[in-house]
């Protein structure tokens, strides 16, 4: 089991930035990916980012951004504290939404950002934090 918690949402106007952290603990030796997701109401859940963390496997440390925020958010690791991070920047009011942080324990390395940023892969959720942005 690997429990997740994420913190650090928030509102912030157009053109700000927040950045967001899960904490995750349990069996995280497992994980091989993780991601962060949004949903905003009445939208489908989307794949926002997504890092691949098996240490010592081929592709460790490859990341993965969906479109819409290629150059704007950044996702990174620290393994010491088992927390991930989504910096994020030039915030849009399109950005608001819910913020899931997911984990997965079964799949090995891709190197398709369609395939890491899946929502269908992921076994373990976060709760989410809300994050909204005003114009």
């Known amino acids: 089991q690997v429990q997740l918690v994420e913190s650090g949402g928030g509102s912030v106007q157009a053109g700000g930035s927040l950045r967001l952290s899960c904490a995750a603990s349990?069996?995280?030796?497992?994980?091989?990916?993780m991601g962060w997701f949004r949903q905003a109401p009445g939208k489908e859940r989307e794949g926002v980012a997504a890092?691949?963390?098996?240490?010592?496997?081929?592709?460790?440390?490859?990341?993965y951004y969906a479109d819409s925020v290629k150059g704007r958010f950044t996702i990174s690791q620290d393994n010491a504290k088992n927390t991930l991070y989504l910096q994020m920047n030039s915030l849009q009011p399109e950005d608001s939404a819910m913020y899931l942080c997911a984990a997965d324990t079964a799949h090995g390395w891709y190197s398709s950002a369609a395939f890491a940023l899946r929502r269908t892969m992921y076994n373990y959720w976060g709760q989410g934090t809300q994050v909204t942005v005003s114009s």
């Open positions: 349990g069996y995280t030796s497992s994980v091989n990916y």
């Open positions: 890092i691949y963390i098996s240490f010592g496997s081929i592709g460790f440390g490859s990341t």
